[in-house]
């Protein structure tokens, strides 16, 4: 509520948002057992799934309080009134069937048929198997030893479908709503007329015609013990594929909307996963079990739908994450500096050459945008080290991000206004690294001869013209605030401690007049300490959230740190 004379509000306004939302999901199951002889057995399941969603919104705004101090929707002398609802329903008939040999082989299978009320009725039932395959050879007697203690190997396939996003497939209307970007605007009705527009505010057209995504994966791998199993090995190779995935495109201004859902694109996805648990020492009351993870995973958009170059994923016109065809998922997008190969970011900078030009010695802005970074990490990792001596209990993880970037687009608007740490260096001498040119009427890459005027073909000699950083903020090349993106992308590595902490289990004898099964005692602390390059809060925030968007950082809450004591007890 804001009372009379608020700055948002002057006549005074109070806001009622009411939500509700409804979920109601039933499963019922089948299952058969069958052992055939000493050497097979079997089972079946089979079963039916019900889901419902429903969500609603309902917004009442009062403005125009008669008198002032009362904040009450009954004060108000003008009233308009909002609701939106979401409804969603699935139906599923499902199966899976196992075999197993000697308790060595096994085999699955398994099915899913659904049907959803987000696609068109012609498109809104879809198929998904599945089928593994796992072989534990050390049930084998010739194959067993007291240096493989266990030994699985397996493979698998599966196909997964996704229904379309709520309202996707048609074209709704809203209540209008006028506003300049800096103002509450007007929204209708007004004066008791209504008005309406288009799927505001995004301005997206149904699609009648969209279709479950499909994503096939297949994956090998092998489950290793050894030394009685205190080394223990997870290897993983997967390979998947999906087609059809549905993201909002742009489609021309001209149909009256800025971009629809569609069926737009292929995504493929490959990697491996290691995972390596030991216990180094394993004495009377000590024990020391140290864990490692890895994992590496290279994305592709194989394709997009035709005529389309980039889809947006999340962000701003000068910092955004798109999905480019022939690059990896993720591709952080904006506006650069020029170079003597445009189409190269290794390619050297090409620096301005003309002395009467206020940005004379320094990088040129390009007209172009392009691909400047790239969310994805080239690896990750982890190691969970656990200590136990009788009852205590102490223990850590560390997290590890190598690669991957991250868009700093508070420190280009920090750097804009001077209120940035790096802007104090702003009145010290900066030669930039590059060569001397510029791009002449026709495009081509050109450098002034010694009098200034003429023009001579391809690229300048190295820079040697020393300027101020002052220029650099000054004349909007250093900030992407209003200059180019690029020099706020950063590397988002990082060494992180995710979790520390140490416990004591008291003994059960202490327990037994309180008749307490157990009592405990831990302190703990989650994300106490982060080495990283990464000049901005935490190389871990998302402007997005948990959305696809990662990689921009635009004001972000940084990450939380937090400390406790946590009891447990049993009964």
């Known amino acids: ?45 089979v079963g039916h799934n019900y889901f419902t969603l429903r969500s609603q919104a309902r917004l009442a ?80 007697p010739t194959l067993a030893s007291n240096v493989l203690a266990y030994g699985k190997l397996r493979a698998s396939f599966a196909q997964v479908g996704k229904d379309a996003p709520i309202q996707g497939l048609q074209t709704y209307f809203t209540g209008a709503t006028i506003n300049d970007g800096f103002t509450t605007g007007i929204q209708f009705p007004i004066n008791g007329n209504a008005g309406y527009q288009y799927s505001s505010p995004t301005s997206v057209i149904g699609n009648p015609d969209l279709k479950a995504e499909k994503t096939n994966s297949y994956e090998i791998g092998a489950d ?73 995973n290279v994305n592709e958009v194989v394709s997009l739908a035709a005529g389309v170059p980039k889809v947006l994923i999340a962000g701003f016109q000068n910092g955004e994450v ?14 650069v500096y020029q170079r003597v190969d445009p189409n190269d970011m290794n390619s050297p900078l090409l620096i301005n050459d003309n002395k009467s030009d206020a940005g004379y010695g320094m990088p040129i802005v390009s007209a172009q945008n392009a691909a400047i970074g790239d969310i994805n990490p080239d690896w990750t990792g982890s190691a969970i080290s656990t200590l136990k001596y009788k009852t205590f209990t102490f223990g850590f993880q560390v997290d590890v991000r190598q690669g991957g970037d991250i868009w700093n687009g508070t420190r280009g608007a920090m750097s804009y206004f001077g209120t940035s740490a790096e802007t104090s260096n702003r009145n010290m001498p900066v030669t930039f690294e590059g ?76 327990l037994q007049k309180a008749r307490f099964s157990n009592l405990g005692i831990t302190l703990f602390a989650n994300n106490p300490k982060l080495w990283t390059k990464y000049t901005g809060v935490d190389p871990e925030t998302s402007l997005a959230g948990p959305a696809n968007g990662q990689g921009l950082d635009y004001f972000n809450n940084p990450g939380t740190k937090s400390w406790g004591i946590r009891l447990s007890l049993g009964l």
Do not use: C
């Not at 049907?115 to 879809?126: G, H, M, V, Y």
């Open 1 to 45: 509520a804001y009372d009379i004379n608020s700055n948002a509000f002057p006549a005074g306004a109070i806001h009622l948002l009411n939500y509700y939302n409804e979920q109601f999901n039933s499963d019922f199951t089948v299952n058969l057992k069958k052992t055939f002889n000493d050497n097979f057995s079997g089972s079946l399941l």
């Open 61 to 140: 705004h009062g403005t125009g309080f008669v008198l002032p101090n009362f904040l009450d929707m009954s004060n108000a002398s003008s009233y308009t009134n909002d609701e939106s609802e979401q409804r969603k329903r699935t139906m599923a008939f499902y199966g899976e069937g196992h075999l197993d040999y000697k308790n060595m082989l096994f085999l699955t299978v398994t099915g899913r048929r659904e049907t959803s009320s987000t696609l068109p009725e012609k498109n809104n039932s879809f198929f998904y198997p599945s089928a593994s395959l796992a072989w534990e050879f050390t049930k084998l």
């Open 224 to 296: 290793l013990g050894f030394l009685q199993n205190r080394v223990t090995l997870n290897a993983t190779y997967y390979y998947s594929k999906s087609t059809d995935v549905i993201l909002t495109v742009p489609i021309a201004y001209s149909t009256g909307f800025a971009s629809q859902l569609l069926n737009a694109a292929t995504i493929s996805n490959k990697g491996f996963e290691v995972t390596l648990n030991t216990t180094p020492v394993k004495s009377g009351d000590f024990q020391w079990d140290l864990n490692f993870n890895w994992a590496r």
């Open 322 to 335: 798109d999905a480019i065809a022939g690059k990896a998922f993720g591709q952080i997008y904006g506006s």
């Open 435 to 510: 060569v001397l040119g510029h791009l002449d009427a026709n495009g081509n890459v050109v450098h002034f001869a010694p009098d200034g005027v003429t023009e001579n073909p391809k690229q300048g000699a190295q820079n040697n013209v020393a300027t101020t950083y002052n220029q650099y903020y000054w004349q909007n090349v250093g900030s992407s605030f209003i200059g180019p993106a690029e020099p706020s992308v950063e590397d988002a590595s990082f060494v992180r401690i995710r979790q520390i902490s140490i416990g004591y289990e008291f003994p059960r004898a202490w």
